[in-house]
Structures are given as C-alpha cells and as structure tokens.
C-alpha cells in the first residue's frame, strides 16, 4: 500500500507579454503561466500536472489545487488509481466544493490538476505515454473512468461502449502507423494581432514551407485590418490553402455575423470563438447564418455539458478540445465520445504553457480507437516554451511525432520551475516590473 | 480625492452541517460560509461584500477577492463609484484574469464581491439602501451600469432604456407602498432532506401560519420519499397551497422528466434545478416534457449569458437570481432586465449566510421600476444565521419587510466574524472536528 504525502504546488509565470507572443482581440497581454502540481507517494511515485493561465490569478488556481489537494493527502494511492473514475468524481462532486462551480471555472481546472496528477502516475506505472495507455485500457475500462453525470441524454454509457467497442479493429495498426508518421499539426504562430504584416507574411511562409497543413490568424481588432491581413496571406497561400480565424470571443452574436459576412470571400477554413463558448444558442444562430463557414470552439468551454449542447444544437463543425480547462483526461474522454457520437472532428486546442504536450495525447489517442480517420484533423502547434518539458514536442513536416515518455507530458524541468517561480525566481527578478503580469501595466 | 487603501477579507465559516440544516439530494453537509471582503478609502470610507459558498473552499474565494481587490488598490474612490459601470467591466473582463473564467466560477464570484463592494460604498455616499438607491437613478445611469456585452442578441441597450422609462410612471408610489407592505417572501425552512416527517409537517404548518404563501420542499432522494413527504405537505395544506420542489440538479434530462411524471399528482407549484444549470438544452427539454408544471432555476447559473439561453429557449418559467454567484449588482441589473423583456417573473435565491439580506434589494427594486408586479414572485426566505448582520432580515405576515440602512447590506458584526474565522476563531476551536467542514467526515 502506497500513501500520498504531498501535492506540492508552484506559480510558474513567463513573461510572454514583453514580446506580444500569444496577443488576439480579448488576450492582449498574457503573460503565459502554469499552476504546477507534483503528487507524491510514500513510495516514492510522483505525478506531475499543470493549469494553463494567463500571468495573474495564477496564484488563484495554485490554491485552488491546494485545497483539491487536500482531498486526497492521506489516501491509498493504489485505490485512487485503481478506479480513476472514481476518484475524478470524488473531487469534482464533492459536496462542498461543488458550490465553487459546479464543474466550471477555477474550481474546475484545479480539480482537473489532481485528477491528471493520478493518471501520471497511472500511465507511469504501466510505463507508457498517456496515448497508448489509454488506447490499450479496454472499452469496460475507458467507459468506467468517464463521468457521464448531465450527458446521458447525447450519449450513454452503453453508447461509448459500443464506439469504443467497434474502435479495436485495426487498433494496433493505427498505434503502429502514429508511431510511425504522428498525426497532422496546424499553427498559430504567423497570426498573433500583435505581430506587423511583414512578420505575418514572413511566418505564415515559413509555416508552409516547414510543412503545415493549415494556419489561423487572430482576428477581431478591426474589420480593416482582417481584411487586409487575411489578403496578404491568401494571396501568398493561394486560393484554396486552409487558413483559420480565431476571433477569442471578442463579438456579439449580431456583431459576429455582420463582421464574418465581410470576410467570406477569403475562404475561411474555419471561425474560432465567434462569440462567448458559453453561448451555445448564440454559435448556433451564427453557424446558420454564415453557412458554409465552419464553426470551432472548445478552448474556454468549461464542461462536457456545454459541449453536449454545441453539439445538440448543431452549434459546431470542429471541437477544440483543452487540456487543463476541464476535469482532466476523464472529462476529456467524454468529450471525444460526444465528439464521434455527433460526426464532429476533434481538433484540440494548444499552446500557451504545455498544452501541446499535454493535448497531443488526445488526438492520438482519437485516432487510434475512436475516430479512426485523421482527414480535417489537426492538433493545434505554437512554438513557445517547449524547453521546460523533460519531453518537449516534436514536430516533423508540420507533424507531431508520437511521444514516448511514460505520463501524461507535463513534468517540467526543476531549474525551469525555480527560475521561473512568480514573483521571487529569477527569472522574474531580472524581469522587473516590465512584464503586465506585475500588475505594471 | 480618496484613495483605497486596504481590501481585508475573512474566511467566516458557520458549522451547519452538524445540524443538516441546508442539506438537499446534492448538497448533503454544507458548512454555510462567506467569503468577506471590507474595503476602506484614506477618508474612512468603507464597502463590505460576501460571497457565499458551502464550506471547503471558502478559502479559494477568499484568494480570489484578495487577487481581484489588488487590482483596485491605489486607484481613486471617487472614480470607481462615479462610473460602476466602467469599474465592473475593468474587474469582469480583466486581460489577465479572464482566462479564469471567463465570467464563470470562483473568478466570478470574486469579481462579484469587488463590485458589490463599490456599489455598498456608493449607496452609502447617497444614504440610501441599495434597493431604493438603485430605483432613484435615472434610467441613463442604470443602464450605463450594466455590461452588455454577449446578449445583445436578447437585450440591447435601447431596450432596457425602455423598460426602465416606462417603469418610472407610478414609481413614488411603489416605493411607498414597499416600505409600508414589504414584498412577499417564501420559505424553504420546512423541506429539507435530512428533516424527519414529523419535523416537515410541523415546520409546513408553522410556515402557513406565519402568513408565507408558498412553501418549498428538497426532491431528489428517492421517488418513494419524495411522494411520501409531498402527499404529507399537500394534505396538510390542501390541494391549491402553492408547494414548490428542488432537486438541486440531481438529474439527468430523462430521468428528471421520468422521476416529474411521478410527482405530477401534486400540483407542484414549479419544480427548481431539475438538471445542471449549465445545460439550457435540457432545461428547455424539461420544460416541454413536464407542462404544465413550471420550470425554475438561477442559484447557480454563472452569468446574464446563461440567463439569456434559458429564455431564449423558453427552458424557464421562474429566473432565481443569486446574490453573489455573478458580477455583482450590475450583471444582477441585466438579468431583471432579461426577464422584464422575456415576461418571467424573478423570484431570488437566498438562504445560506446573509443571502437574505443581499438579494432582498432586487426584488424590490424590480418591483420599483421594472416589473411593476409582485403576481407570482417571492423572495425565497430561510431562517438561517441572521443575526450576524447589522440589518438582518425582518420578515412580518409571511413578507419581507423593505430594508432602511444604507448599503447593499452585507456588513457583519465584528465579533461574528470573529468568533467564526476559520479555523482560529473561538467558535470553531469549540466545535473542533464535529462538522463537515473540517475534513472529518
């Protein structure tokens, strides 16, 4: 018997603002951090988790894990491990914390934290990357870890049952070819607002030449300058290369639908946050109204309830799915089941701090035993910070090759966490009070 | 010019759970807590708020005042109250801390407190309580108040411009009247779960002859005790006493639909939180399946945006406001007025710790100069820990009476708060590990 004897927190912040890396219409000065949790057994077992946030309230969600935390210090590792389900519910309905949310926001994300920490040490313990742990757990085994508490009406548990079920043909094919050749990315790099057109033009470029299949550019600032930027790259791109929008909420549902019927001509692969992703009435009247534009959502979506919704009402053609926003991998689950269930593809949203190496997982994960197809498929890729991983991505003719460490990806260099601690570290030392996290701006 | 200079909050806790007062099918222990936060200017000016949560966690609420107060610190007093309006949306839609939410959850929440906190400072430079501070500014101010922002969809700012107009016929005598005849109240003291049925019918009938006219019961435990007590209550009352049912999202959307149909028999006044309040699909679903029996919800629902789904959906017949689970009395203005423009009748949340006290101004500010009608709206009303507010709740013949002091009455007595910080504060050091709250159970 092994028992948990620590959940060690720290408020990792990077001081991304300095350099406008990740600036949209609504996000104008993150300074990308992580909330970062090591779990510890008396065995000596560690699992390791993290919250992507935006530079302040870091300090928030590092307490929120902490008192998440305190939920399992004390525990039987094995048992906490042995029914992962259990244990995720445990923590996201606990009779008091509930009233934080319930299953939404900060109390939700932290709750996540804990939950991911256990399947770290899950998949260390079979030794294998989260991917391929989860794609060999059998059908009985994933639909007990999933939490299908307010879905049941989109998606019960004998109907993942039988997705899953139906997943195993050719499984070991599928795990073969990923290890092989990976699985396609798209990126974000070239259009940040807050980058000047030359340096869009440049990136976008490089992109294509470095092999991606797609790229999104920031958009909502004005409608002149969507205009103007959108044509320079079409017009570098050509016609038909798939270029994505991403708008971060900044409109209202009768503002989206005015502003996106300005940028029709461009081809628009796809419409990314066109309005608040609480508004699942709101993406579907604007999905009808700019028909055939595809609509995405998913980064800020807080649950599976309000996925089950977008999708019940047609809202989305691609669900962007986010590592630390939701109850960690078993919310995740439920949501590329509902995403199958439905005919949606998933396309996962990444960047910030770690998320590409926490949300590869997934898509791996998809193609091997739920989707099986990888057409109109991509995991998005933004080339930030991978340095503090023990296993940063790696991306190959705009693919993300299969990883291979045991867990779920999210330990991070010790140095880089000492360094990078807010506010003594430093890293934040020599910073100063340059970066908006300080609260200088 | 004044200046704040401090944001002091406190972790007040109350040991409820060892009496299961306030025990429902979700919320089976709850320690009714508040997150309290006082804010004071160099002149001596000073604003108190809460947030109420149900035990662990309070702490999490506390770090988050803590983080969104630093954001007003330092900044001019009179700025901030001369435009609530501009302050609200500078907390709520912070570039940083959104991510958090955005506008869901304990960030929320502890928005809320930061601006109910100003708007108590600004009703006692008027010398008003906050219900009549509110019915007196003109139409214009209110509506500079409120942030729009994702419903304009449902309610432009035009709009509420008119409602409010047209409230302001007749308002002096409204106003009047309240103050002499209060605004009716509803109790939910007899109904709750861990009650035995001789307490249930005793507390039933206390209800009646206390003058309350409708009475609500906890659902959601077993279709058999549910029947049991309802058939206990109606007798007792006859079969046209208005008796509401809660469920507390205890259910899926076709179990909630199977489990009503059982209920149906005894003319259940409306039926509260039949799913999560996050799905607005399923609330709409409800609804349609179970008419004629109303549908009802709020105390949870995050934010205006969720409100407006509900009706535009038609997924409500009820709209149960809280106090302190949105952004404040500005994101509360916006709702009353969502439900002004879709003709549901707003019947507030309270209970808990100084809910009462808090949400009482809106109704009678709705009755003032929005709805103009007390036909079929209650203030829900709960015995609970009144006396540590400096204006606790008065309630005569089954009606809350119009509340006198300055402010938006949340300011505690200084030896409650006290005695019942967690977990230093005499209060608890004596009750030790007896309640929830504490982890021993």
Known sequence: MAVITSVETSDVRFPTSLELDGSDAVNVDPDYSAAYVRIAADNGEEGFALVFTGGRGNEIVVKAIESFGARILGKDLDSLVGDLGAAARSLVHDSQLRWLGPEKGVSHMAAGAVINALWDIAARRANKPLWKFLAELSP???????????????????????????GQDGKEA?????????????????????????????????????????????????????????GLVRDLLGPDFPIAIDANQRWDVPEAIEWLEQLKEFNVYWIEEATSTDDVVGHAAIRKAIAPMR?????????????????????????????????????????????????VPVCPHAGGVGLCELVQHFSFFDYAVVSKTQDNRFIEYVDHLHEHFLEPVVIRDGRYQAPQRPGVGAEMHDASVTEWTFPAGAGWVEVGDRAAVTGAR
């Open 140 to 166: 009985e085994e994933l639909v007990a870890a999933i939490d299908f508490t307010h879905i049941t009406d989109a998606l019960t548990p004998d109907e993942a049952l039988a997705i899953l079920r139906e």
């Open 295 to 343: 609509v995405a959502t998913g980064e800020a979506v807080q649950s599976r309830i309000i996925f089950k919704q977008l999708l019940q009402l047609e809202g989305i053609d691609v669900m962007q799915i986010d590592s630390t926003r939701v109850a960690g991998v078993s919310e995740n689950l439920a949501n590329i089941l509902l995403a199958k269930k439905f005919g």
């Open 174 to 230: 599928r795990i073969a070819e990923l290890e092989r050749d990976g699985y396609p990315a798209y990126t974000t790099s070239p259009g940040w607002l807050g980058y000047s057109d030359e340096k869009l033009v440049r990136l976008s470029r490089e992109a294509v030449d470095d092999g991606f299949g797609l790229i999104k550019l920031k958009v909502g600032g004005s409608v002149e300058d969507d205009r103007r930027r959108l």
